[in-house]
């Protein structure tokens, strides 16, 4: 038997919990492909099996959401059916009418949706705040503010929120804190150990890494905390499927190398493009010129790849930057193995400016991709 460190990432993603015993010495764990365990008659009237119904629990899922919890340094984790429902679930596990909820207004746009429209329907209250400073929060915070929601570096425009300053503000006030950790993977930022209550993953970018599976994932302490979200999930009907738990082991035991050839990739492209003429400013945690850097080296252990570039041209012109572009695919998604670029307005409309462009820097070569952007990039204003 391998002997791993149960407090090092890459044992933990190559070994923790697969149990080769209990799967016939299997290097990779089978798929429970089934939606029910039954129970042997002799069984009637005991306690609840380990596994019992798909809705509930299934041991492929459950392999998966070890490793999450053991990464995050978190006593639990949940997996869902997509990102959204790990979102939507953890907020309704924690908000009852006449709540309210604080939460950066820069987080991912159908997270923003959910809050003010979604919760609305039920009296829950909202306030969207940059987040940037702790005063923000302090001065959003009323005595009936129950969930404090993060996002940290933020979807388009990368801001940083302070996640010890703002957990210990929480704690006083007894507010739960919330964050969607999915840009930094629980390798480059652990919340849990910052003090934050629940660090939610799309599965869909790095974690599953190949563009093939929504999923999303949550990790939190404590018995309680954990039921109260895994009842939403049960109620609602949330659980990730089997064959999407194994493939989402499957993406997350290839992450770490991954992310080290995305983040240095996109880190050197991003350099190289803030001497561009035709760019007015670069948004990337990881460039020494960015006001959050600071920040982001004391909270995070290293640099994953989407950032966002500000064109000097209006709407019309970053449009056609766009359309020139050869090697990067138009979506709205990121994390996966291909390059993608978005552009906000008009997908986002209340996108902070119609010149943002969100980069997310793939797995093809540096030199190729950087080439490909400043061809587009000079043709601006000709």
Same mark, same amino acid.
């Given at each position: 038997?391998y ?7 890459l044992d ?6 697969d $149990?080769y015993e209990?799967?016939n010495?299997?290097v ?6 089934t939606?029910?365990h039954?129970?042997?008659?002799e069984?009637v009237g005991?306690?609840p099996?380990e596994y019992f119904?798909g809705r509930?629990?299934n041991p492929?899922v459950?392999l998966f959401e ?14 869902f *059916?997509?990102?959204?429902a790990a ?9 009852s009418?006449g709540d309210?909820v ?11 949706m959910?809050?003010?429209?979604h919760?609305g329907?039920f009296?829950i209250e ?8 702790i ?6 915070c ?10 940290s570096?933020?979807?388009m425009?990368?801001?940083?929120q302070?996640l010890r300053a703002?957990a ?5 006030r ?5 964050? $969607?950790n999915s840009w930094?993977t629980?390798?480059?930022?652990k ?7 629940i660090?939610?993953?799309t599965?869909s ?12 994932v949550?990790?939190?302490n404590g ?15 949330g659980?990730? *499927?089997?064959m999407?738990g ?6 997350l035991r290839?992450?770490?190398l991954?992310?080290r050839e995305?983040g240095?990739?996109?880190l050197?492209?991003a350099r190289r ?7 007015a400013?670069?948004r990337h945690?990881g460039l020494?010129s960015?006001?959050g ?6 909270q995070?252990a290293?640099?994953?790849?989407p950032f966002s570039?500000?064109l ?7 449009r ?6 050869k090697?990067?695919n138009?979506g709205?998604?990121?994390g996966g193995?291909?390059s993608?670029v ?11 400016q ?13 030199e190729?991709l950087y080439a ?5 990039l000079n043709?601006i204003?000709?």
């Open positions: 038997m002997n791993f460190h149960d407090d090092n990432d933990i993603i190559a070994h923790f919990g $149990d209990k799967h010495d299997a990779i764990p089978p798929i429970y492909m939606s029910l039954v129970t042997p008659k069984a005991g306690p099996r119904y509930g629990d492929t459950e070890k490793k999450i919890a053991a990464l995050e340094r978190a006593e639990h984790a949940l997996a *059916g997509s990102g959204m979102i939507s679930s953890c907020l309704l596990a924690n908000l009418a309210h604080v939460a950066v207004d820069t987080a991912y746009g159908p997270t923003r959910f809050i003010s429209q919760l329907k009296g909202n306030t969207f705040i940059p987040g940037d400073d005063a923000q929060f302090e001065a959003a009323r005595p009936n503010t129950k969930v404090f929601y993060l996002e570096p933020s979807s425009v990368f801001l940083l302070d703002v210990a503000l929480a704690a006083k007894g507010v739960v804190t919330m964050i $969607d930094a629980p390798l480059y930022q919340p849990i150990t910052l003090g934050v209550d660090s939610i993953h599965v970018k790095y974690i599953g890494g190949h563009s093939d599976i929504i999923a999303g949550a990790s939190m018995e309680e905390m954990w039921s109260r979200v895994r009842d939403v999930r049960s109620q609602f009907g659980i990730l *499927g089997p999407e194994w493939l989402a082991t499957r993406g290839s992450m770490p991954r992310i995305h240095r990739s996109a050197e492209i493009l803030e001497t561009h003429p035709n760019i400013r670069v945690p020494d960015d006001p850097h600071g920040l982001a080296v004391r995070m290293g640099f994953t790849s570039i500000e000097r041209c209006g709407t019309e012109g970053a056609e930057f766009v359309k020139r572009l090697c990067f138009l709205p998604s990121w193995f291909e993608m978005t552009m906000p307005y008009p997908i986002m409309p209340d996108a902070p119609s010149n943002l462009i969100r980069l997310h820097i793939g797995l093809e070569d540096t190729t490909d952007l400043t061809a587009s043709e204003n000709k």
